[in-house]
């Protein structure tokens, strides 16, 4: 009896650790509400449904510049993000230029898709679920085009079935907006919008090596209204 007992209580525990295993994880993750739709709404651009705002702090050394920028859907392609100030003033056409640069699409039809295939369960316990996927490089908006072959490791929740947030790591030299970078990480922290039930951006921290030693980006976003 007590034999008997030992092997269906392990047979319970191998079904419970291989049902992630034999479902697609971005199923699996789904009952934990989340959904690749989550991981891609944030970062779409031609079919972004949010006008917001965003506060920019880039930090070099001792030395913090603050940009206020606006992204608005309803604007035509490659005019979506627009500065509004520069440490309180208005932009120069320097400043201006480089923010444009950095932050607008130019193609059509942009909105982040993740490879289908990409999906991978990273680790999970009873109250954390760590699932990694990539984005296909050309649903990438320019803003965030430095994640081409950048793993994300979204971590989720279980207890509370909500996706916490996101980290991207690349230790390959690149070009991050108008930086050369040695290596970067991005952290983006999301929230759960009750209202519009979505998962909505809060703030990211970018942190990159440069060529010219460590710099850090970041950016609070606020004052989300649904346009679309």
């Keep these: 009896m007590k ?3 030992i092997f269906t209580l392990s047979l319970f525990l191998f079904q419970t650790v ?4 034999d479902k697609p994880v971005s199923v699996y993750m789904s009952q934990f509400n989340v959904t690749p739709e989550d991981l891609e709404a944030g970062l779409k651009d031609a ?19 603050t940009q206020l920028g ?3 859907p309803k604007l035509p392609v490659s005019e979506k993000w627009i500065i509004l100030e520069h440490d ?8 201006y230029k480089t923010f444009y640069k950095n932050h607008n699409t130019k193609k059509d039809g942009i909105n982040a898709s993740i490879i289908a295939d990409s999906w991978e369960i990273e680790s999970e316990d009873e109250n954390l679920l760590v699932v990694s996927f990539m984005y296909d490089e050309k649903s990438l ?14 971590h989720i929740n279980k207890k509370a079935n909500r996706l916490m947030h996101v980290i991207f790591k690349n230790d390959t030299p690149q070009k991050v907006k108008q930086f050369k970078v040695k290596s ?3 952290f983006m922290k999301y929230y759960f919008d009750t209202r519009d039930k979505i998962y909505l951006i809060e703030w ?4 990159m090596e440069t060529t010219d030693g460590p710099m850090k980006e970041l950016t609070e976003f606020f004052d989300y209204r649904k346009v679309k």
């Design 3 to 5: 034999k008997l007992l």
């Design 18 to 21: 291989t049902t992630a295993q």
């Design 47 to 65: 079919n972004a449904s949010f006008l917001f705002e965003a506060r920019v702090h880039q930090i070099v050394g001792q030395d913090t510049t």
């Design 70 to 72: 606006k992204f608005d």
């Design 88 to 95: 309180g003033r208005a932009p120069t056409k320097k400043e």
């Design 141 to 154: 908006p320019r803003k965030y085009h430095f994640l081409t072959d950048t793993k994300g490791h979204a």
């Design 184 to 186: 970067y990480e991005l």
């Design 204 to 207: 990211e921290d970018l942190k």
